[in-house]
């Protein structure tokens, strides 16, 4: 089995009360790439350690082929985002994990993925 994952934690003691923050994959393709651009990929965000299950949804890298998908807010490089879903910080601790993970089979080799990162900011 071939996958892909990334995962990112953030401890929410060093975020704001009472805010609702949104986690956002930030990508570019390369020129050429394998499986990545018409193959979906899975993106969640969930709370570490509790009961809630982890809730994810499949999106496409590939721009043209996602409305999810819009130009980084920088425009420089053609980085592009995806947001990967949205939580609560209501001023308890706890780790927020943000997950990107793709699952091929055997022999589906896949490339030309560039990652920048994963970014958390407040929704507006």
């Given at each position: 089995?071939?996958?892909?994952?990334?995962?990112?934690r953030?401890?929410?003691?060093?975020?704001?009360?009472?805010?609702?923050?949104?986690?956002?994959?930030?990508?570019?393709?390369?020129?050429?790439?394998?499986?990545?651009?018409?193959?979906p990929?899975?993106?969640?965000?969930?709370?570490?350690?509790?009961?809630?299950?982890?809730?994810?949804?499949?999106?496409?890298?590939?721009?043209?082929?996602?409305?999810?998908?819009?130009?980084?807010?920088?425009?420089?490089?053609?980085?592009?985002?995806?947001?990967?879903?949205?939580?609560?910080?209501?001023?308890?601790?706890?780790?927020?994990?943000?997950?990107?993970?793709?699952?091929?089979?055997?022999?589906?080799?896949?490339?030309?993925?560039?990652?920048?990162g994963?970014?958390?900011?407040?929704?507006?």
């Open positions: 089995m071939m996958w892909t994952e990334v995962k990112g953030i401890e929410t003691k060093i975020l704001s009360p009472n805010t609702t923050y949104a986690a956002y994959f930030v990508y570019k393709l390369a020129e050429v790439t394998s499986r990545f651009e018409k193959t990929v899975q993106l969640s965000v969930y709370f570490e350690g509790t009961d809630e299950p982890e809730k994810s949804y499949s999106v496409l890298l590939d721009p043209a082929a996602n409305k999810n998908s819009r130009q980084f807010l920088d425009g420089a490089g053609g980085w592009m985002e995806i947001e990967m879903g949205e939580f609560f910080v209501n001023g308890d601790d706890g780790t927020v994990v943000c997950r990107f993970y793709n699952i091929g089979g055997l022999y589906h080799r896949k490339h030309g993925l560039i990652i920048q994963i970014m958390v900011r407040p929704k507006p």
